[in-house]
């Protein structure tokens, strides 16, 4: 069964400190892996996306990374900011003749205290 | 370059009543995908439309459809609405879609089923 678990399901953090968010998945065939943060009653907005061939991937503060072999990613925030408090979503995507399949993960609810 | 837009943001409903939702993708995209967010369920994939055709189709009732327009607009109808509709209803737009490409969110609409 194609699924995708995150954890840990909420995180407290203090201002400046890192932090590293987990994101197994079952799905395959494996097409990529997208990080996703969504601030309260907002839409998510796409911090990284990968394909099968990339293993880490940046965008300014925040890191992912890819193990295919075993299926888990991780997503690093390095230098916490209070506007880092957040949902932060793993979407895993799966292409099939026909079609293909998305499949989001609960989602890491991360607070960053001051 | 604008960003995906919904319309109406917020909506309240009764049970059995019908429901139309906007959305407006960013020009030049041509994939819109529609998914729902609950608190319980989290976000799950509705409908993808690509070019004015459905493309692919999430495992929800028919009483959810949907359509696209040759601007690539988009609009999700619901009929007989019930309790359980009331969520956080997305659109998310791409160049390509069908999962391969990031996707940008729209803000959504919250709709209420009373």
């Known amino acids: 069964k194609n699924q995708v678990e995150q954890s840990p399901q909420s995180l407290i953090i203090l201002e400046g400190k890192n932090c590293t968010l987990q994101?197994?998945?079952?799905?395959?065939?494996?097409?990529?892996l997208r990080w996703y943060k969504q601030d309260t009653g907002r839409g998510p907005v796409s911090l990284t996306i990968?394909?099968?061939?990339?293993n880490t991937k940046s965008n300014g503060r925040y890191t992912a990374t890819l193990d295919a072999d075993t299926k888990q990613s991780s997503l690093h925030i390095t230098a916490s900011q209070l506007s880092d408090s957040a949902s932060y979503i793993c979407?895993?995507?799966?292409?099939?003749?026909?079609?293909?399949?998305?499949?989001f993960g609960a989602g890491t609810r991360l607070f960053v205290k001051a | 370059k604008a960003g995906v837009t919904q319309t109406p943001r917020y909506l309240i409903k009764t049970r059995g009543q019908q429901v139309t939702l906007s959305c407006s993708p960013i020009?030049?995209?041509?994939?819109v995908s529609w998914y729902q967010q609950t608190p319980g369920q989290g976000l799950q994939f509705l409908f993808e439309?690509?070019?004015?055709?459905?493309?692919n189709k999430g495992n929800f009732p028919g009483r959810f459809s949907g359509r696209q327009f040759s601007n690539s607009r988009s609009e999700m109808n619901v009929s007989t609405l019930e309790l359980g509709d009331s969520a956080l209803y997305l659109c998310?737009?791409?160049?390509?879609?069908?999962?391969?490409?990031?996707?940008?969110f729209g803000p959504g609409t919250r709709l209420t089923v009373l």
């Open positions: 994101c197994n998945y079952t799905v395959s065939p494996f097409s990529n």
């Open positions: 020009s030049g995209h041509r994939s």
């Open positions: 439309y690509f070019s004015e055709t459905q493309r």
């Open positions: 998310a737009s791409s160049l390509q879609g069908g999962g391969a490409d990031t996707q940008y």
């Open positions: 979407v895993v995507s799966t292409v099939y003749t026909g079609g293909f399949k998305t499949i």
């Open positions: 990968m394909t099968f061939s990339e």
